[in-house]
């Protein structure tokens, strides 16, 4: 199987690329446009593998795509490729409907007219069976829950800022190319991920570079905002599965069942590294900031067998550890100084 792995050099698309270098003898051709967020020493470990292969550029590139799926055979497309910041989404909105939007554009079309069998026939759409797109959404797209309920499959589409606003557009081009010319998708909505190789702008890397220097520790307004948390490695299994066991056309939900005040995270890692409360500093809150998010994950559990393995507190001290060992990757350019 030859995969095109987009936005592999970041957080997560990193660590799926990993997983699946380790698990399967699959070829991952890795297109990333190495922007701040991304980094190929995350990958170092992989780069002498013969089935891995890198290409620097972006998904709005519809020539270099054509190239690669022309030099490589691409049969399966997972499009990690986005702007994922909200904080950055407020300040620069365009930037993140150029990637998030008509970046996955692009690459739905040029992914169509590559694995089209019969594109001169309009009324009879075919692709081969061993073709597939999985894009890779977020639980923001639904927009803000109140203290009770979850976000489930059917959850209407109401997204808060520019960067969800983004991801929902994307996620509805996604649909309609499988809609209108019966393209081989998959999405799959996650929680908030956290783990090893997180870029330190984010809520758990950043509060563990400023405590370690006993600097504030910024948190947004009363920290009361509820997350539900997935450790990186649990949703690369989750993904895996939706590749193998996923049905065409559907959404799949990928939740930690880790429920979450920012708050509480902030002094879990405060203790866990001996610190004290006193560096907490609350901030003015965020824009259209979303109260709660909370994931029903029932369907990809029930129909595909997943589950999350990892429980928040031994996630998190595994993730205190890596970070631990690896103190330069909570120094990289960039960093916004406010919480995620």
């Known amino acids: 199987m030859n995969i095109l792995v987009t936005g592999g050099a970041g957080f ?9 270098l380790s698990t399967y003898d699959y070829k991952i051709i890795n297109l990333d446009l190495l922007t701040y967020a991304g980094n190929l020493s995350n990958l170092e470990d992989s780069a002498g593998s013969e089935n891995y292969h890198f290409v620097k550029g972006d998904i709005c590139d519809a ?14 497309v997972i499009n990690f490729a986005a702007e994922s910041h909200v904080d950055r989404s407020i300040a620069d909105p365009a930037l993140f409907l150029k990637t998030n939007v008509l970046g996955t554009q692009t690459l739905l079309e040029v992914a169509r007219k590559h694995w089209e069998i019969n594109p001169d026939d309009k ?6 069976d061993h073709v597939k797109y999985i894009q890779i959404s977020t639980d923001e797209v639904y927009g803000t829950l109140g203290n009770s309920g979850y976000f489930t499959e059917q959850t209407n589409l109401a997204p808060n800022s520019p960067y969800s606003a983004s991801k929902a557009s994307a996620d509805l081009i996604v649909r309609a190319y499988y809609e209108t010319y019966a393209l081989p998708i998959m999405i799959t909505r996650c929680s908030n991920n956290y783990g090893p190789y997180q870029f330190p702008e984010k809520l758990i890397p950043l509060m563990i570079s400023k405590a370690l220097k006993e600097e504030p520790l910024p948190v947004y307004g009363d920290g009361r905002q509820v997350r539900d948390w997935l450790y990186v490695e649990d949703h690369c299994i989750a993904i895996d599965t939706v590749l193998h066991k996923g049905e065409i056309g559907e959404v799949y939900n990928i939740g930690g069942n880790n429920e979450r005040p920012n708050i509480e995270v902030v002094k879990f890692l405060i203790s866990q590294l001996g610190k004290d409360e006193k560096l907490i500093e609350s901030v003015e809150d965020r824009l259209g900031h979303d109260k709660r998010y909370a994931i029903d994950n029932s369907k990809i559990t029930k129909k595909l067998g997943w589950s999350p393995a990892i429980t928040f507190e031994r996630g998190l001290k595994m ?17 916004r100084e406010i919480v995620s």
């Open 63 to 76: 020539q270099l795509l054509k190239e690669i799926f022309e030099r490589y055979d691409i049969q399966v």
């Open 319 to 335: 993730t205190i550890e890596w970070y631990l060992n690896n103190t330069d990757r909570l120094e990289p350019a960039n960093i």
């Open 12 to 20: 997560i698309g990193s660590n799926f690329i990993k997983h699946m």
């Open 123 to 128: 009324a009879c759409r075919k692709f081969s």
